[in-house]
């Protein structure tokens, strides 16, 4: 494969390390600290978790999103029970059968148009209850925003809840992306979780800007009751706790999560712009987050890729998906648009 242009739009996980952040982590490496999350800096960021997700929630913070959302999964769960998703969640489709291994739980997946879940697609999966030969449906999970770049209203989210509550079943949202969605609502964080009825978050921030580091929300106190045990047999107990404490802290109380979200999505909103209309070009979700979907012919994709590194979202619809990034800059978006129209000029 040819050498791609450095500033490609394949994920957000591919930019770097705020520079905010990385002072952050400068700073907290002064001298020692108690290890495993008993030092001042976890403190003062399980404080500030609180501040935005609400003072009855209960934070934890660990290492990947993967494991943020398999911990969160088990907590909820015994192994006789089912997990209902929509078919290209990242727990169904990018954690390679974690959920399953390490929580035992059958995952339902659902197919969506454009990966977001509704009463109307769960509830033909809520059955057997009480029936020893089935698993048990015991969470609901969704994604904010979604694999697709879509993004749940307060009042999707709320559905979902009622629904879940009405069968004794509890909602996680993974919130890898949450930062691009509560920009898109222009809502805060609790207002689109803990308010709309979310039972367990998983809080990222790595795709916005953090070195690593996500977090295990809690919007009811029972739920956490164990889990200190669950995270540290789930091998996601950091011991150098503060360096990711540090970046939440500077994340959350500067208002980087938002300025660096404003920042992803705008650049994906110019993207659309300037493509949308572009011959051969068709674009297949709404542009609500940081992603841009679009269908093109087989030709054009492989001279594109030539150029620049993204993914194939859907090899038989010759779908593809571009991400952009808290760093992504207008000239980034402006030259991608030009290759890509001149290689349609040419096709």
């Known amino acids: 494969m040819s050498q791609h242009n450095n500033r490609g739009f394949a994920s957000d996980n591919n930019a770097g390390i705020h520079p905010a952040l990385l002072e952050a982590i400068a700073r907290a490496n002064e001298g020692h600290v108690i290890a495993y999350g008993d030092d001042p800096y976890t403190r003062r960021a399980e404080s500030t978790l609180k501040k935005f997700f609400g003072n009855d929630s209960e934070p934890f913070l660990v290492l990947t999103g993967t494991g943020a959302n398999v911990l969160s999964l088990a907590a909820l769960t015994r192994p006789y029970n089912a997990v209902i998703c ?3 969640s990242h727990i169904n489709t990018d954690e390679c059968g974690a959920p399953e291994k390490f929580t035992q739980c059958k995952l339902i997946a659902v197919p969506t148009r454009n990966g977001k879940l509704t009463p109307e697609h769960i509830q033909p999966y809520l059955q057997g209850f009480g029936f020893e030969h089935h698993v048990q449906p015991r969470v609901i999970s969704i994604s904010q925003s979604t694999e697709m770049g879509t993004v749940y209203t307060v009042e999707e989210i709320k559905a979902i809840s009622r629904l879940a509550r009405q069968y004794d079943m509890y909602l996680h949202m993974d919130g890898a992306r949450l930062a691009n969605a509560a920009v898109s609502l222009e809502a805060d964080f609790r207002a689109i979780t803990g308010d ?11 795709k916005n800007g953090m070195l690593c580091g996500e977090a295990v929300i809690f919007f009811r106190k029972e739920l956490a009751e164990n889990f200190r045990y669950i995270r ?11 360096f990711i404490a540090a970046q939440f802290e500077v994340y959350l ?3 980087l999560w938002k300025a660096n979200a404003s920042r992803a999505n705008a650049m994906a909103q110019l993207l659309f712009e300037k493509i949308k209309d572009l011959p051969g070009v068709t674009i297949t979700q709404p542009v609500q987050a940081n992603g841009v979907f679009a269908v093109l012919s087989q030709r054009v994709i492989a001279r594109l890729l030539e150029k620049y590194f993204f993914y194939v979202w859907d090899e038989r619809r010759h779908e593809v998906r571009w991400m952009t990034s808290f760093d992504t800059s207008e000239e980034d978006i402006e030259t991608f648009a030009g290759t890509l129209g001149s290689i349609l000029e040419e096709s």
């Open 86 to 88: 929509a078919e290209s």
């Open 253 to 255: 109380e500067r208002g």
């Open 232 to 242: 540290k047999q789930g091998m996601q107990l950091v011991s150098k706790m503060r």
């Open 196 to 206: 709309a009825g979310v039972d367990v978050l998983s809080f990222g921030g790595t």
